[in-house]
Nanobody, 127 residues
Framework: QVQFVESGGGLVQPGGSLRLSCLAS????????MGWFRQAPGKEREGVSC????????FYLDSVKGRFTVSRDNAKMTVYLQMDNLKPEDTAVYYC????????????????????WGQGTQVTVSS
C-alpha cells in the first residue's frame, strides 16, 4: 500500500522557519518528480514546489521563490520543504505527492499529474 505522510507543520510567527518532511512507504521515489502543494481555507490548491528525479532541478511558485527550498533523499524515501521567512499568506495545509507522469518538473505544476497524496500538515503563520 502506497502512503505518503507529511510532518513538520505547526504554528510559527512571521519571519520564522519550518521544515516539512514527506515520508513515502510502499513506493519508490526513483524516477518520479515529487511535488509540494498547499491549500488555504476557501482557496484552490496550488503547486508550491517540485523537484525532479535525477538532476534534482526544481520549480517554485513565484511567491515562495527565495524563501522555500525543496530537496529529496531517495534512499530515505523522503522529500523535504524548508520554509524560511514565512508570511501569513503561507498559512495552509501542505501536501506532498508524486508526479507519476513525469520524472522532471515542468514550468508549472499540474495537479492531475500527481498521485498518492498524503493527509497534509497544517502550517499556520501568525503573530
Amino acid at each position: 500500500q502506497v502512503q505518503f505522510v507529511e510532518s513538520g507543520g505547526g504554528l510559527v510567527q512571521p519571519g520564522g522557519s519550518l521544515r516539512l518532511s514527506c515520508l513515502a512507504s510502499g513506493f519508490s521515489l526513483d524516477y518520479y518528480a515529487m511535488g509540494w502543494f498547499r491549500q488555504a481555507p476557501g482557496k484552490e490548491r496550488e503547486g508550491v514546489s517540485c523537484i525532479s528525479h535525477g538532476d534534482g532541478t526544481t520549480f517554485y511558485l513565484d511567491s515562495v521563490k527565495g524563501r522555500f527550498t525543496v530537496s529529496r533523499d531517495n534512499a530515505k524515501m523522503t522529500v523535504y520543504l524548508q520554509m524560511d521567512n514565512l508570511k501569513p499568506e503561507d498559512t495552509a495545509v501542505y501536501y506532498c505527492a508524486a508526479n507519476t507522469m513525469r520524472s522532471r518538473c515542468g514550468s508549472r505544476m499540474v495537479g492531475h499529474e500527481y498521485n498518492y497524496w498524503g493527509q497534509g500538515t497544517q502550517v499556520t503563520v501568525s503573530s
